[in-house]
């Protein structure tokens, strides 16, 4: 678990995160570089969640990769499965990871929304639904790693 105390916003106790998975944690299909390896310090802390479309047909390769099972989306209402995931975990306690147009819901349905930019592009209904942008996901996560950086970005 992690837990933030941010001043005007109150604790933040995070068990689970829920990450896209193309354009946020992989690129045409293949994991970037780094990502598992911060998935992997993370487990400890959190629960990781994949949700996909598997757009590319390669997600079982990248969930042997990092030794987890995605959940996978069924064709249409994509936004709403992502959001309805967020909400079966318990979204209090759920950070989410996104970029896409289909991530917005999951995001402000989270606790704590991150949306990343991407070499996919990033959608503005997801930036406009995180409460944190980051430049790419290894900073994301990276923020995760050290919660300390985001009192200091989310305080009022």
Same mark, same amino acid.
């Given at each position: 678990?992690?837990?933030?105390?941010?001043?005007?916003?109150?604790?933040?106790? +995070?068990?689970?995160?829920?990450?896209?998975?193309?354009?946020?944690?992989?690129?045409?299909?293949?994991?970037?570089?780094?990502?598992?390896?911060?998935?992997?310090?993370?487990?400890?802390?959190?629960?990781?969640? #994949?949700?996909?479309?598997?757009?590319?047909?390669? /997600?079982?390769?990248?969930?042997? /990769? #990092?030794? +987890?099972?995605?959940?996978? #989306?069924?064709?249409? *209402?994509?936004?709403?499965?992502?959001?309805?995931?967020?909400? *079966? #975990?318990?979204?209090?306690?759920?950070?989410?990871?996104? *970029?896409?147009?289909?991530?917005?819901?999951?995001?402000?349905?989270?606790?704590?929304?991150?949306?990343?930019?991407? *070499?996919?592009?990033?959608?503005?209904?997801?930036?406009?639904?995180?409460?944190?942008?980051?430049?790419?996901?290894?900073?994301?996560?990276? +923020?995760?790693?050290?919660?300390?950086? +985001?009192?200091?970005?989310?305080?009022?």
């Amino acid at each position: 678990m992690i837990e933030l105390t941010i001043p005007g916003r109150g604790v933040i106790r +995070l068990e689970h995160l829920v990450c896209d998975v193309n354009g946020t944690l992989a690129l045409d299909g293949q994991l970037i570089d780094g990502v598992s390896q911060i998935l992997n310090r993370l487990s400890d802390r959190l629960e990781v969640h #994949l949700v996909t479309a598997d757009t590319h047909g390669l /997600q079982d390769v990248i969930d042997q /990769q #990092l030794g +987890l099972r995605s959940v996978r #989306l069924a064709p249409g *209402q994509e936004a709403q499965q992502k959001a309805a995931l967020v909400m *079966q #975990l318990s979204p209090e306690r759920t950070v989410a990871v996104g *970029q896409g147009a289909n991530d917005a819901e999951m995001l402000q349905s989270a606790a704590l929304g991150i949306c990343v930019f991407s *070499q996919e592009g990033t959608a503005i209904s997801a930036l406009n639904s995180a409460d944190v942008v980051c430049a790419d996901i290894l900073t994301a996560l990276e +923020l995760l790693e050290k919660p300390i950086r +985001l009192v200091a970005t989310l305080r009022k």
